[in-house]
């Protein structure tokens, strides 16, 4: 079956009553919209609020920009000696291999700039490649897009290749969202393309939302990461409507440790354009976290994260436990008492 990638796909599909036909095409011609097979399959379509649709199928609310939504929301553009890698922080880079992606989700922080286009050209791969080597700090590449496993088995094993033969690039991370929007994809070969034939170790980021995504078909294709070689981490952003309760919450983190994939980040959305009605107040997303501590132990609890506009970088935003400057604090614990504490040497 084929990926749905206009309005009249998805009424067809009847992933959408007809008369908002209209409405999605004028979003379509703004941003990219796709829905392969495996995740249209997960629509409730008797759920007018289904948190798979929510974050697939286009909304009207996409075309309402606010004044203080970004472009480029991170400030990538800013940290980009050379094109297609940004250099944000000292021992890592980032490299754009694709401009496309299995699946476009309506929040994405990169939307203005994925869905079309090529790939990464082999001259932009080799000076970003001149400049990590230029550069013995850099300890890791992350491997980003768009979505890099929607390229090529091949292609993938030739960028992992150049990559493990610079000395000091120790990390390779990638960051996809095939597991769970074509699980097929993920064969063994492809698996095999980012882990096997050199020494480096490899980190796969998987993004999902809700427990739903994590299907036996997407486990599956996670384990063929994991047989591979490649450590698994867990990215999800926090979307209202989507994953805004802490029960939710609680089953996606039990699923990804479940699945042998660690959570990492929990992000805060960024500000990119007609994405308002998916944020929430920070407020908010603190006490989801202070709730979900006392569900979870520690390997299944994320990283509340922010990343600041203007390229000054990501940060950890979440709830304050310690209060007072010392030797002396009150401290909050997981079920919402007060401890004295006095930290004395």
């Known amino acids: ?16 009553p007809p008369e908002r036909e209209p409405e ?9 919209v796709a829905i392969p097979p495996a995740l249209a399959a997960l629509i409730d379509r008797n759920d007018p609020d289904d948190p798979i649709a929510r974050q697939f199928l286009p909304d009207g609310r996409e075309l309402d920009r606010r004044p203080h ?7 990538d553009d800013l940290k980009s000696p050379t094109p297609g890698l940004v250099h944000r922080y000292p021992d890592r ?24 286009g090529a790939p990464l050209d082999a001259a932009a791969f080799a000076a970003a490649l001149d400049y990590i080597r230029e550069r013995p700090k850099i300890w890791e590449v992350v491997l980003t897009g768009g979505d890099p496993l929607v390229l090529s088995a091949r292609r993938l094993a030739e960028v992992t290749r150049a990559l493990a033969a610079i000395p000091h690039v120790e990390i390779l991370r990638w ?28 980190y796969v980021a998987l993004h999902a939302n809700h427990a739903r995504e994590l299907t036996p078909e997407a486990r599956a294709a996670c384990r063929r990461l994991i ?24 089953a996606l983190m039990r699923g990804f440790v479940e699945a042998r994939i660690k ?18 107040p920070i407020a908010e997303g603190q006490a989801l976290v202070r709730a979900l501590r006392r569900r979870l132990s520690g390997l299944a609890m994320p990283t509340y994260v922010l990343d600041l506009p203007d390229a000054r970088g990501k940060i950890p935003i979440g709830p304050s436990y310690l209060e007072g400057a010392g030797p002396d604090y009150a401290v909050v614990d ?12």
């Not at 999605?24 to 990219?32: F, G, H, I, P």
């Not at 939504?69 to 400030?75: A, L, T």
């Not at 959570?263 to 929430?280: E, K, M, V, W």
Request: with cysteine.
């Open 1 to 16: 079956m084929p990926t749905f990638t206009t309005p009249r796909a998805l009424i067809e599909a009847c992933l959408g």
């Open 24 to 32: 999605w095409r004028a979003v379509a011609e703004r941003y990219a």
């Open 69 to 75: 939504e970004r472009d480029d929301p991170i400030g």
């Open 93 to 116: 880079v980032l490299i754009k291999l694709a401009s496309v992606c299995a699946v476009y989700c309506r929040f994405c922080f990169r939307r203005e700039s994925v869905g079309g």
């Open 175 to 202: 960051h996809t969202r095939l597991p769970v929007a074509a699980p097929e994809r993920v064969t063994d070969e492809l698996a095999a393309a980012l882990a096997s034939g050199h020494d480096k170790t490899v």
């Open 227 to 250: 047989a591979a070689g490649c450590t698994l981490v867990s990215q999800t952003v926090l979307l209202k409507g989507v994953n805004d309760r802490v029960e939710t919450l609680e």
């Open 263 to 280: 959570p990492y980040y929990l992000h805060h959305p960024d500000l990119a354009p007609g994405t308002s009605h998916f944020r929430i």
């Open 334 to 345: 997981p079920n919402g008492g007060v401890a004295a504490y006095s930290d004395l040497c």
